[in-house]
């Protein structure tokens, strides 16, 4: 294929990607209609379809997944090395893309991170709060952060946090009117403000354990959202029972705003880690951020 052509593929990668034509121009600058009128070119040149269009959805076509799993690993390959090139200069530079969970952005990234940038103008932070299991090659993210027992076997992996516990916490108002669960079974009688995971919109499980076997617990109320810091400001306005990391709430806990039941049956967790492909070069910012977030 002549080089003329190279563009063709840029923008058949955006649209097969992004499953959607007006996203893709968006995201390519170009109108609508010239990029459906480049996929065509395209098409037309190579004899072949590589995209199905509906109403609703665009996606690559059999021979369009096997272009695609081909050509957009390279032009990311390249678009990196081109980055890499500006870090050849006496400081770190570039655009650093992470996704995360709410908490671990808010209690590892924020902190950590914050207290660096001042001294690197020139680094760019791009946070996703995100709780669904991204996958950070196709959505070219430069590093993820998941809790370590949920990295990927073929990803490096570094410790950026401690072990997390959970805490289940209510209002003293609220349990002036409810008696306090002894058992994780209790739960199935109060009220409890629900987490709605991305993955399949199934609502979060409770997990407990206590002396080695674990009891997993489907709960019920009035609320659910998608986000941690929503359920915690709806357990301190009384509204029933919230399952938050521990750390969210020490303060809370202290000042007797909120009372914490069923202690000893919360769990640990494997701490946060950052994670990303064993492939991938290492800039002076990305070894910038590792190094300001390893522990």
Request: with cysteine; net charge neutral.
């Amino acid at each position: 294929m002549e080089h003329e052509n190279f563009n063709d593929l840029l923008a058949f990668v955006a649209v097969a990607r992004e499953g959607s034509f007006t996203k893709a121009a968006k995201q390519l600058g170009v109108s609508q209609s010239a990029l459906s009128h480049t996929i065509r070119g395209l098409e037309t040149r190579l004899g072949i379809r590589l995209l199905t269009r509906t109403t609703r959805s665009v996606s690559p076509t059999e021979a369009g997944e096997r272009l695609l799993n081909t050509a957009a690993p390279r032009f990311d390959e390249i678009t990196q090395e081109l980055a890499s090139l500006s870090e050849l200069r006496d400081k770190p530079a570039g655009t650093i893309r992470i996704t995360a969970a709410e908490h671990a952005a808010n209690n590892v990234l924020w902190p950590k991170l914050s207290a660096i940038m001042h001294d690197y103008p020139d680094v760019k932070i791009d946070i996703n709060v995100d709780y669904s299991m991204t996958n950070i090659v196709t959505q070219r993210f430069d590093a993820g952060v998941r809790l370590g027992d949920s990295v990927e076997k073929d990803m490096i992996a570094v410790r950026i946090g401690p072990d997390l516990r959970m805490a289940v916490v209510g209002t003293p108002e609220y349990f002036s009117r409810h008696p306090k669960p002894r058992t994780p079974h209790d739960l199935q009688q109060h009220r409890c403000i629900n987490l709605r995971l991305p993955t399949h919109g199934n609502l979060q499980i409770w997990e407990f354990e206590k002396n080695g076997a674990p009891l997993n617990v489907r709960v019920d109320g009035q609320w659910v959202f998608n986000n941690t810091s929503s359920r915690l400001r709806a357990a301190l306005a009384g509204y029933g029972l919230a399952y938050v990391p521990e750390d969210m709430v020490e303060d809370h806990v202290k000042d007797g705003t909120l009372l914490r039941v069923l202690r000893e049956w919360c769990p640990t967790f494997p701490g946060y880690h950052l994670y990303y492909p064993s492939r991938r070069q290492s800039s002076l910012a990305f070894t910038l951020v590792v190094d300001a977030l390893r522990i």
